[in-house]
């Protein structure tokens, strides 16, 4: 097993600055985190590198594999409509090429209304200083867009099946690219799953997961993962309704390849985004957006170093919806971040199960990559 390496506490106090100068409560999250809840945000694919134990009532658990989403459960506990959390701990991955306990320090800040354009910009600036804190000087900047895909991929003009299938795998590029490659063709799920599927959506969805629990029953099946019945079904619904969907046409396919291809300085992605889907409403207002944004993080950050916007979804976790930001080294290269962040104003309401219409942002900073002396 790799071991983190020991980290200097000046550097290390460097980086903590920047988000201790923006008046943050700091916190400690549980450790410990729902199997069933970090699956539904990061996906199956995840699990392999997750560290998983059985609690005494028999739910599932694992250690955080991120902290965003700790701090914001705490957060929604806490009953505030305002309120930064600053935080300092470990995060847990098994892997077989990084340590396998990771420092972070970062921040979450949630409010009920925001100039979101002004918090983005603001986020950047941070996340940046609190990287610089580490002693590199061969950074750059990586910046990002989760919801523009989503405005891209509507204004192709797809059904809605297709579009909710392309945006779930828009941060999965195996599956992309396999969308991608069938373009013209049509894949049909197993008769039986088929079956099942359409009788559980004939029903209430009270009635899909009795069903769904009686078909384990009779089959001698015990569910694993912590999901529930009514989850499972709402998903066997889900996958069967995209695998009837049509496939994307060659054209379709091209569109969106195109779109995922771009990467250049800032304004210039904007302007080949645009080009990819003139005229289309959501896409442009967004677009209209970064234009401000880019002011406003060139006026806050004299000190950046070069710029790099790319429009293809990246991170584990799929709950960014807005501004994606990443810092980069030279010496690591452009798979291993230092600092990463973003907006995620959906994720509230994933984890409460109620409306939210606030903003919600946040970024971290690992030290064991950003610090200089660290050798990495």
Known sequence: MIQTPALPQARLEAIRTPFRETGADWVQPPVLQPLSLILDLAGEALRSQLFVLQAAGGEELCLRPDLTTPVARLHLASGAATRDYAY?????RASAHEPQ?????????????????????????????AAMGGGRRDLSLRLGDAGLFRAFVESLALSPVQTSRLVRMAARPSQMAAELAGAGESALPREEEAVIARRLGALPPE????????IWSLSGITPVGGRGAMEIAARLIRRSESALAPALSQGEADAVRAFLAVRDTPREALKQIARLAPGAGTLQARLTDWARRLDRIEAASAGLAATVF??????DFAYY???????????????RPLAAGGRYDGLPARLSGAPWTGSALGGMVLPGRAILEAGQ
């Open 207 to 214: 009635e899909a997961a009795a069903l769904l629990e009686e």
């Open 321 to 335: 919806d807005g501004l994606v930001v990443e810092v980069l080294s030279d010496a690591l290269g452009p798979d």
């Open 310 to 315: 790319e429009a293809a979804p990246r991170g």
């Open 88 to 92: 300092e701990g470990l995060v847990f």
């Open 101 to 129: 306990e990771v420092l972070q320090i970062g921040i979450e800040r949630f409010a009920p209304e925001a100039d979101r354009v002004s918090a983005d910009a603001d986020l950047v600036d941070l996340i940046w200083r």
